[in-house]
């Protein structure tokens, strides 16, 4: 199963046979990262909030549940905009580079989903 944010803004699943868009997720980014986690399911999918770039930004944990999200975390705050996000080679974890609103530095993050933190 993938998951892909398009330019519009809507989000869908695809699979080997369907492309379905998810209804819950209208409030989200263009940011979009899977990781795995001893956690849930084992996935979870990291997402950004939506924005124009000009303001700080958040990041919530969703997981898939019969092809729509349910959400897995409390959101995460960022000093700025997260500009870049993906998942790092092993899987486990994502890398996020956020604009620093204050400093204006880039800050780059490695993310993890741990259970009951």
């Known amino acids: 199963m993938w998951v892909l944010s398009r330019v519009d803004g809507t989000v869908h699943v695809l699979d080997?046979?369907?492309?379905?868009?998810?209804?819950?997720?209208?409030?989200?980014?263009?940011?979009l990262a899977a990781v795995q986690s001893s956690?849930?399911?084992?996935?979870?999918?990291?997402?950004t909030?939506?924005?124009?770039?000009?303001?700080a930004d958040v990041l919530r944990a969703f997981e898939?549940?019969?092809r729509e999200p349910v959400e897995a975390s409390a959101p995460v705050d960022f000093?700025?905009?997260?500009?870049?996000?993906?998942?790092?080679?092993?899987g486990?974890?994502?890398?996020?580079?956020?604009?620093n609103l204050k400093t204006g530095a880039y800050d780059?993050?490695?993310?993890?989903v741990t259970c009951g933190q």
Do not use: K, Y
Request: with cysteine; proline share 3%; charged share 15%.
């Open 108 to 112: 780059a993050f490695e993310l993890a």
């Open 92 to 99: 486990r974890t994502a890398i996020a580079v956020a604009h």
């Open 64 to 66: 898939i549940v019969g």
């Open 39 to 47: 956690c849930g399911s084992g996935a979870q999918l990291l997402v």
């Open 49 to 55: 909030a939506a924005g124009d770039g000009s303001a």
């Open 16 to 31: 080997s046979m369907n492309d379905i868009a998810m209804r819950g997720a209208r409030d989200w980014g263009n940011g």
């Open 79 to 90: 000093s700025g905009p997260v500009t870049a996000l993906w998942t790092a080679p092993d």
